[in-house]
């Protein structure tokens, strides 16, 4: 099956500046990348998804790429504010039903 | 807005005890599924369900079982709670394959 990891597992930067949160997939076969986010004691939200035939897709202060010959996917945070202290996970799925998640990586944004 | 809504917030069951977690979805999605969330270990699937009736074993289906009667509801069970079943449980929702899911705010389960 899919085998996601994620890194790095903690992430602590100085407001305004850059996050950059890095997942690799072991299978060739998977075609859509979401990135969700998890505030304290709520369920994961999505804050956008990239599919295989795209490199790179931006939304305001996000943006994630995508390398499918090297098999690896990030999400770019830029000039962080508070709000974006969460639990960040990134998934990988192929054509079926299932999502396999990375180990999640929380962000601290210091003020 | 789509609504995944879990019966608890918090429960606390004995071991051996059978265990019911529910969970509804009022956007009339196809796709139910249950994760299982560890720390260090990011969200594992446990089972999934993408039509009434149909269920599917996800990666970490021992010691539960599943029950879709009805599209927009979807049941964990555990047979016979165990210790090692302490954990976050997050149900969620999808309209399709390679769609967003939409998750619940979980459900803490402590068995003591």
């Known amino acids: 099956g899919e085998n996601v990891e994620q890194h790095p597992s903690t992430l602590s930067v100085q407001e305004g500046d850059s996050a950059v949160i890095k997942c690799t997939y072991s299978?060739?076969?998977?075609?859509?990348f979401p990135w969700y986010k998890q505030e304290l004691g709520k369920g994961p939200q999505l804050i956008i998804d990239i599919r295989s035939n795209v490199g790179e897709k931006k939304d305001q202060r996000i943006a994630v790429t995508l390398n499918k010959t090297a098999k690896h996917f990030s999400l770019h945070i830029t000039e962080t504010q508070p709000e974006d202290s969460a639990v960040y996970f990134c998934a990988a799925s192929t054509s079926d039903y299932k999502l396999s998640f990375g180990a999640g990586t929380t962000v601290t944004v210091r003020a | 807005d789509v609504k995944v809504t879990q019966s608890s917030r918090y429960l606390v069951k004995r071991t051996g005890e059978k265990v019911f977690l529910e969970c509804v979805q009022d956007m009339d999605h196809e796709n139910m599924f249950w994760y299982r969330q560890d720390p260090g270990l990011g969200l594992r699937l446990i089972y999934f369900?993408?039509?009434?009736?149909?269920?599917e074993k996800g990666d970490i289906p021992e010691g539960y079982s599943v029950s879709r009667e009805k599209k927009e509801r979807f049941s964990l069970i555990l047979e016979s709670a165990s210790t090692n079943q302490t954990s976050m449980y997050l149900c969620?929702?999808?309209?399709?394959?390679?769609?967003?899911?939409?998750f619940g705010q979980g459900t803490r389960l402590t068995v003591v």
């Open positions: 369900s993408y039509d009434v009736k149909m269920k």
């Open positions: 299978d060739s076969a998977s075609n859509y």
């Open positions: 969620a929702s999808s309209y399709d394959r390679g769609t967003e899911a939409f």
